[in-house]
């Protein structure tokens, strides 16, 4: 009994806590235009608070309360650092938000133990605006100044998905049971999209990395009989759905189109789910990866840089045979992996990469290219 009542007072002391108010909280209301919901720049603060306070919540039986939730932000070319956050059935956020549904819309989910600011969130996020911005003309000659080009998209609705509320549990068997529900709710909010903001189906990619990528692929199965474009599934999560039938985990039935990027076997999907799977360095160890989760965590990583890359990755087909023999099928040309937009394929694709940033190598033709490059300009100067 005596154990109890301690027990309680601790837990009671741990709530007061967590309960204090956050310094978000603090900040005083700015103009409507500068109200900002959701800073996504890189912050140089070590610790995310409102994560960890997230985190240390569920540490504390009894007050999770927000169980199933689930946030949405929107960012576009005119703020593409200031999320704006929209609700499933709010008309009038809606309205003023700037959701426009002429521009295609991306939606970012991340996965486990992740925070609502990730990198995930950051760069994909980064690297999709960077398109609505004038690029340089590559095919000037150097000599003049580089002429700029007009960017290759006008905007987008970058929705980055913030379920950490959920994701900050330590129980990740736990959290995996969450898969449907979460999927349910996006489901549900694109569904409203689609309703009040004429959002069309066809218009949207999901993006969902780890756990992300099965809500993602829950939310394709529970969005039918409408189909989304396509789904970038990063280093699906493999714990708890490798012994799932298609029903309970992302597969190619999930959108017109489901891509899937393979770095890492511990916590990764070993399998080929969807339409096309890459496997960028055998899909096993990334290069020069050491600490545990840095293979899983680099599938976001080449996605990112697909995005806005020049060189692009570009895989050859192969088949696997086992675990460690792969049969590469260099004469069957080459695919690109991840970008914008997406390329439809089938098949399972090896792909090399560099071992830091930038990872992309291009295609196997241009770097040929590139390596003969220096003995034409050599003849040149003689
Ligand atoms: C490409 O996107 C990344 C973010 O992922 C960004 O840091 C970088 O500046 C972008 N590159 C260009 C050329 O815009
Ligand atoms: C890029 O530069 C080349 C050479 O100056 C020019 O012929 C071409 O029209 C330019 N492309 C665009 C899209 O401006
Ligand atoms: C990939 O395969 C599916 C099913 O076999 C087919 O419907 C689809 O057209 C194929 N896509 C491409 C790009 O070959």
């Not at 609505?132 to 003049?144: C, G, L, M």
């Not at 995996?176 to 569904?191: Q, T």
Request: proline share 5%; net charge neutral; aromatic share 12%.
């Amino acid at each position: 009994m005596r154990l109890l009542t301690i027990v309680l007072v601790v837990i009671a002391a741990l709530n007061i806590v967590v309960a204090a108010p956050s310094n978000e909280a603090a900040t005083t209301e700015l103009p409507e235009e500068d109200h900002c919901d959701h800073k996504l720049t890189k912050s140089n603060k070590y610790l995310d608070y409102p994560f960890w306070k997230k985190f240390f919540k569920h540490l504390v039986p009894f007050t999770s309360s927000s169980r199933s939730k689930m946030q949405f932000f929107l960012f576009k070319r005119d703020f593409p650092d200031c999320g704006r956050e929209l609700f499933a059935n709010d008309d009038e956020t809606l309205a003023r938000s700037g959701f426009d549904a002429r521009h295609p819309t991306r939606i970012i989910i991340h996965g486990w133990m992740s925070q609502g600011k990730g990198s995930l969130n950051r760069d994909v996020k980064t690297a999709y605006l960077s398109l609505t911005k004038p690029r340089p003309n590559d095919t000037d000659d150097a000599i003049s100044e580089p002429k700029m080009m007009a960017p290759l998209y006008e905007d987008f609705n970058i929705i980055v998905c913030d379920w950490s509320k959920i994701s900050s549990n330590v129980n990740y068997f736990g959290v995996a049971e969450m898969v449907e529900d979460l999927g349910y709710l996006l489901a549900e909010f694109v569904r409203y999209l689609h309703m009040r903001a004429d959002l069309r189906f066809d218009d949207v990619y999901l993006i969902g990395h780890s756990l992300g990528a099965q809500i993602a692929g829950s939310a394709g199965k529970q969005i039918r009989p409408h189909r989304f474009n396509t789904i970038f599934a990063l280093d699906p999560a493999g714990p708890a759905f490798r012994e799932q039938s298609d029903e309970y985990r992302i597969d190619a039935s999930d959108a017109h189109y489901v891509e899937s990027i393979h770095t890492s076997i511990g916590l990764g999907f070993e399998q080929p789910v969807g339409h096309s799977s890459f496997y960028p360095n055998f899909g096993k160890d990334q290069k020069k990866c050491y600490v545990y989760g840095c293979s899983h965590k680099r599938a976001h990583d080449y996605f990112a840089e697909s995005i806005n890359s020049t060189k692009g990755f570009w895989g050859i087909r192969c088949e696997r045979l086992s675990k460690k023999t792969w049969v590469l099928l260099d004469n069957d040309g080459e695919y690109r992996m991840g970008g914008e937009p997406s390329d439809p394929k089938n098949g399972t694709f090896y792909v090399k990469t560099y071992d830091k940033k930038p990872y992309a190598m291009g295609t196997i033709k241009a770097q040929a290219e590139a390596s003969a490059q220096p003995e034409r300009v050599t003849e040149v100067y003689h």
